[in-house]
């Protein structure tokens, strides 16, 4: 018997995760690679594997990927 | 039995890579003394909370927060962004741009803060027997129903059977009434980190609930490897 999709969304399987300490610590690494046109779960499998399970981290990859895009060439002393 | 986390070997750096021209900009700034470094720590606030008002923004509407509390939240999060960064720096490895790796800070202090404003909003229960509503969550096409039905039982009955008390508490409150994780963290005075790993070890026994009363979990996609 397969298990529904809400069963799914509810008990992620997730065998890889790197869990939200670790994730943390490379996040940034993680968004420049995908904003670099690289695919970051290639390279950092279990950061993907979290971000997809953990609700809290992934909100955290979302806005550093946007704010990243949005503000990241900002310099300190504008000529 | 312990989280069996993977280590993150994958996500390591182990060196320092080339730091680009406008983040040695940045790190030369904060370095200096006097009144370079002074004006270098201001341009860093002003943008750290740029990036605060931008992100609390973009949460707000989960969150139900408005007006004040949102730059109350904007405020708090960037000042202590900058005292994060000020003492991490010698940390910065140069994997990334310094700005992104700076807006790490605001994201981790944006989630602390507004975990902390949720109670005063959301009346979502951490206790309560919030499994009574899952055979709604897995309704789905008719002919399904009576599957859903008996899996989300099973399920119900392994929440209340197999967990700890701070399992189920855990569980109810993230995965059931979508509590966010700062707020639960809050809540328990303990941290992210460690809730996650109770709700890790959670849907891990619970998988197993399932599987050994007789629910098979589809194949999983890539990305999950042993």
Request: hydrophobic share 40%.
């Amino acid at each position: 018997m397969r298990s529904p999709r809400d069963i799914d969304a509810l008990l992620p399987d997730n065998t890889v995760d790197a869990g939200c300490a670790a994730s943390f610590d490379v996040l940034h690494s993680y968004v420049e690679q995908e904003l670099s046109g690289g695919d970051p779960a290639d390279s950092q499998p279990g950061v993907a594997a979290h971000i997809s399970s953990c609700r809290a981290c992934r909100e955290d990859y979302r806005g550093l990927r946007d704010a990243a895009a949005l503000f990241g060439d900002a310099e300190p002393f504008p000529s | 039995m312990p989280i069996e986390y993977r280590a993150v070997a994958d996500t390591a750096r182990s060196g320092a890579a080339a730091t680009d021209t406008t983040s040695q900009l940045w790190l030369d700034g904060l370095r200096a003394s006097g009144r370079e470094h002074d004006q270098c720590v201001a341009a860093l606030h002003a943008l750290l909370l740029r990036v605060a008002r931008y992100e609390v923004s973009r949460r707000a509407e989960s969150l139900q927060l408005r007006g004040p509390e949102l730059e109350d939240v904007a405020q708090q999060a960037s000042d202590d962004a900058l005292m994060a960064i000020r003492s991490k720096i010698a940390g910065f490895r140069g994997d990334s741009r310094f700005t992104t790796w700076a807006y790490k800070f605001v994201m981790f202090e944006v989630s602390t803060k507004m975990g902390r404003h949720f109670w005063r909003h959301r009346h979502a229960s951490m206790d309560a027997d919030s499994w009574e509503r899952l055979p709604d969550r897995g309704a789905a096409a008719p002919d399904q129903r009576t599957e859903h039905r008996e899996i989300f039982e099973a399920l119900r009955r392994a929440i209340d059977q197999d967990l700890t008390p701070l399992q189920q508490r855990v569980f109810v409150a993230v995965a059931l009434n979508e509590v966010p994780m700062d707020a639960v963290a809050r809540e328990l005075g303990s941290n992210r980190n460690s809730v996650y790993k109770v709700l890790f070890d959670a849907r891990r026994k619970l998988r197993e609930s399932l599987r050994t009363a007789g629910y098979e979990r589809p194949t999983q996609s890539s990305g999950s490897a042993a």
